[in-house]
């Protein structure tokens, strides 16, 4: 799964496509602190690029029932989730890609 939503970087180039790239479930505190990699498309992934910017998250949310990677795309959607003391909603319109695209092996 992925997420699909347009963001202008600070470079100038956009990034549409967003995947977790890592994840780290803590079950004391029930909380999550995980990163997303923007690529510049879908193809670009399906392509094996290195993903050209990525953000970070922390949140707060009952243990996962499956997969945790589930559950954070779930609560990015969520329209007004707390990113440190701001609240944020920029995924709360992403298009969800329930695709799974595959790693590339690197050549």
């Known amino acids: 799964m992925a997420l699909i939503k347009k963001f202008n970087l600070d470079t100038g180039v956009d990034a549409s496509y ?12 029930k909380s999550c602190s995980f990163r997303l990699g923007g690529w510049l498309n879908k193809q ?5 690029k290195r993903y050209i910017t990525e953000r970070s998250y922390y949140a707060q949310f009952k ?4 997969d945790l990677r589930d559950a954070i795309y779930s609560w990015l959607k969520t329209p007004e989730i707390i990113q440190g ?10 298009i969800d890609d329930p695709e799974k695209v595959e790693e590339v092996p690197s050549s």
Do not use: C, L, T
């Open 18 to 29: 967003w995947k977790v790239i890592d994840a780290h479930y803590d079950f004391i505190n």
């Open 44 to 48: 670009a992934r399906k392509d094996g």
């Open 63 to 66: 243990p996962p029932q499956s």
């Open 85 to 94: 003391n701001a609240m944020v909603a920029e995924f709360s319109d992403a």
